[in-house]
């Protein structure tokens, strides 16, 4: 198996996928992560306080997600597999916030 070109953790039986390049002029994906039948196109946003999380992600934020994860789709996805769009919120001192198909609640 050739080498990475990307960094790449596992956890949980998952695989994280770091694009640091997988940006499209429609937006960017920060992770990419796959568990069994799941691909999830995370954006990452960090705040220096708990009290800035509620305001990290907007919709026109979440849209530029939704629509780099589109393009990114057909390169990390195949037929029957689940596709959403995760955010993570973190905060010093404060637990990560993951909030699971953040694009369905806009």
Not at 56 to 62: E, F, G, N, P, T
Not at 66 to 75: D, K, Q, S, T, Y
């Amino acid at each position: 198996m050739p080498p990475p070109t990307t960094p790449r953790a596992r956890t949980r039986r998952s695989r994280i996928d770091q694009p640091f390049s997988r940006s499209h002029h429609a937006g960017e994906v920060d992770l990419i992560a796959k568990r069994g039948a799941l691909i999830a196109f995370v954006e990452v946003k960090s705040r220096a306080t708990a009290a800035e999380l509620d305001h990290a992600i907007d919709h026109r934020r979440l849209a530029r997600v939704a629509a780099a994860a589109e393009v990114l789709m057909p390169r990390y996805a195949t037929a029957g597999e689940d596709i959403r769009v995760d955010v993570i919120l973190l905060a010093p001192r404060t637990p990560p916030r993951h909030i699971e198909n953040a694009w369905i609640g806009y």
